[in-house]
């Protein structure tokens, strides 16, 4: 049996690398206590996710990736920090790639945003046990995202996010006009974008599953953010050129 030995640790060394965790943090819609234009109360209260536009509704990141072909719910436990109302965690079908989705209560926007650039600097890794498997997202997930509303609109950051160290973290920021806001603050953590925005936009799931389903695949970063451009077309109507000059990918 020794001579099977090496052969044992290089495929699970594989496994190991093959393995990959994309980590979003969204913001909750919040009438009350975000800058946006108002929506109808029941999918603007932030502290409801079950209803809340970004996370319950139809295009809501929990109920459109729950429909979707290519992403299976795994169980998980909720995250401790009160302000995180809910945790979903999917896995790819045809392959070792996770996705997890925390949907802030939507009055700590601030903390939502601070998240996302912390766990884009390499900070706050969390490990996560799914199925028997362990996972490493937060500061260790090898993409992380944001979507809801711009809260660096409406605020400065005290905080500065440094690197940590020198991973190849990508990021996707679906908020409005997220390049201007979140340049200086994303390059501080030496991450690179994959797919943000130059304009208003509606923050919806469709957009972020596609570019995922591009990501998962290996695909090119022009390649990604043509998906992410022809999904939001696709639900927005807005036409192909006027989405791709929305969502762009790259400094």
């Known amino acids: 049996m020794r001579h099977l030995l090496p052969f ?38 932030g502290q409801q996710p079950a209803t809340n536009l970004y996370w319950g509704c139809g295009y809501g990141v929990k109920t459109h990736f729950n429909r979707s072909a290519e992403w299976i719910q795994v169980p998980s436990a909720k995250p401790t920090a009160a302000h995180i109302l809910d945790r979903v965690i999917w896995k790819h079908k045809d ?3 996770y996705l997890v989705a925390d949907a802030y209560d939507g009055r700590n926007i601030r903390e939502a945003t601070e998240d996302l650039l912390r766990y884009a600097s390499g900070a706050a890794p969390e490990r996560i046990t799914v199925n028997g498997t362990v996972i490493d997202a937060g500061g260790a997930a090898q993409l992380v995202g944001y979507v809801g509303h711009d809260g660096l609109m409406d605020f400065a950051l005290e905080n500065t996010f440094p690197a940590q160290d ?6 996707i920021i679906l908020a409005c006009i997220s390049k201007r806001y979140y340049a200086p603050h994303v390059k501080a953590t030496g991450a690179s974008p994959l797919v943000w925005t130059t304009g208003l936009m509606a923050p919806e799931a469709y957009t972020l599953k596609a570019a995922l389903n591009g990501w998962v695949a ?3 970063d022009a390649r990604i953010r043509e998906r992410a451009a022809a999904a939001y077309d696709t639900y927005q109507h807005c036409g192909i050129a006027a989405a791709r000059r929305l969502l762009v990918t790259g400094w």
Do not use: M, W
């Open 8 to 45: 044992f640790l290089l495929a699970t060394t594989s496994l190991t690398a093959r393995t990959r965790v994309a980590h979003v943090v969204v913001a909750l819609c919040d009438n009350q206590y975000q800058g946006i234009v108002k929506v109808p109360a029941g999918i603007g209260n």
């Open 218 to 220: 290996h695909e090119s």
């Open 95 to 97: 392959s070792a790639v």
């Open 166 to 171: 020198h991973a190849a973290r990508r990021t």
